[in-house]
């Protein structure tokens, strides 16, 4: 159970991550009029999603270990202002050049969102515990991914695309205040003498950890597949489906459920099965994703309807693979959560953004590179998987103490 306090706490951090998801997935509904508008190609934009998370993860490395030294709650202010000031940059702009340096810096800013929402969240809730409270955090969280797009279509039909960015940016504004105004700090072990020495000390502990690199990696693996469905799916839908903005927002909010339901079943399969056998579910059914989507592209058989249930199971595997090992991550560290979470994040972004761009510039056919991306990368995390056996710590062990 968790305390007045803490759930006060847990409610502004849901609120904070919230906001950084939505940075990702506000716009995509617009991808296609803003490609037009701009003068580029499908894959420049297509790397505005991807060089967003890139400045969030590398942003992190700096925002942890600031976190440790200066306390988590002026990070953050700092990095919601930076977030702001490249939301309303990004508004302003015609050309991709430009617009891509903006969405770099939103995702600087918005690391401070996605990054320390997760470490403010392991001060005060760890193990099982923190991911069976992770997932009903991230299950209101989940609600950008599916409501997102949406909400950016209904903006697109009254307005031009701008007006997601100015959204954006008045979002963390009211942010801003709140978190300020009403978010205590959570880091009891601020250790103002951290120098840039002791950082990179602090990182070479976390990256010397098996069990780190394991689940970040598998981490990784997952968000670069759910990256890649995100990147294609406004393109897809829009052009190969000739579906409008509008209704892409409505479909991408029907699949997008199977991300709310997984992450209510999410606590009661942890203590059930334990966090390596969801990792390798969720690997699993990124397989039959691939599968499926191959098969049909193959065979010519490719529908509307056979296209978002062949890739309905990516929002499932997400939930199983991100939230357990981002968990896993976490666990053997304590005074060290800041560095631990800033090479998490980041080592999670930079893997997703290296995978996506690779794959993005083998071929035109989105739909072929999604199904083989669904079936290597699922391949890799299971033999990577294959280590967590016997790690029995991970299991079921955090059951007893969640109650």
Not at 121 to 136: F, G, H, P, T
Not at 246 to 272: E, H, N, Q
Not at 314 to 334: D, Q
Request: net charge positive.
């Amino acid at each position: 159970m968790l305390s007045q306090e803490e759930i006060k706490v847990v409610l502004i951090i849901t609120v904070l991550l919230f906001l950084g998801v939505l940075g990702t997935d506000i716009h995509l509904s617009a991808l296609p009029a803003m490609m037009r508008f701009m003068h580029t190609s499908q894959q420049l934009m297509q790397s505005s999603i991807s060089v967003f998370l890139l400045g969030s993860g590398l942003s992190a490395l700096v925002y942890g270990p600031l976190s440790d030294k200066f306390g988590r709650k002026p990070v953050i202010l700092v990095g919601l202002v930076i977030a702001i000031a490249g939301n309303v940059w990004g508004a302003t702009l015609s050309q991709i050049g430009p617009f891509l340096a903006s969405r770099f810096i939103q995702g600087i800013g918005s690391g401070a969102c996605l990054a320390l929402a997760r470490i403010v969240l392991s001060d005060i809730v760890q193990r099982e515990r923190y991911a069976i409270v992770s997932s009903y955090v991230t299950l209101f969280t989940g609600l950008s991914i599916t409501l997102g797009p949406l909400a950016g279509s209904l903006l697109l039909s009254w307005f031009d695309w701008q007006a997601n960015f100015v959204v954006m940016a008045l979002m963390l504004a009211g942010m801003l205040a709140v978190f300020g105004l009403f978010c205590p700090e959570t880091n009891q072990h601020v250790n103002s003498t951290v120098r840039v020495r002791d950082v990179f000390a602090n990182y070479k502990v976390v990256l010397q950890n098996s069990d780190f690199i394991l689940a970040a990696t598998l981490a990784g693996i997952g968000m670069a597949c759910f990256l890649l469905y995100t990147t294609a799916s406004p393109f897809v839908l829009q052009q190969q489906f000739a579906l409008s903005p509008r209704d892409y927002g409505y479909m991408t909010a029907f699949v997008g459920a199977g991300l709310l339901v997984s992450r209510l079943l999410l606590p009661r399969l942890i203590k059930r099965f334990g966090m390596p056998k969801l990792i390798i579910a969720g690997l699993v059914i990124l397989l039959g994703c691939g599968a499926s989507l191959l098969i049909l592209s193959e065979l010519r058989h490719l529908s509307l309807v056979s296209f978002l249930l062949s890739v309905s199971g990516v929002f499932f595997s997400y939930t199983f693979i991100v939230l357990c090992a981002s968990a896993m991550s976490m666990a053997p560290f304590t005074d060290k959560r800041g560095a631990a979470g800033a090479v998490y994040s980041c080592s999670q972004m930079a893997l997703a953004f290296a995978v996506n761009a690779a794959v993005s510039s083998l071929s035109s056919n989105a739909v072929v590179l999604l199904g083989t991306s669904f079936i290597v990368l699922p391949v890799v995390g299971l033999v990577l998987s294959r280590r967590m056996q016997g790690k029995a710590g991970y299991a079921v062990s955090g059951a007893r103490s969640t109650g």
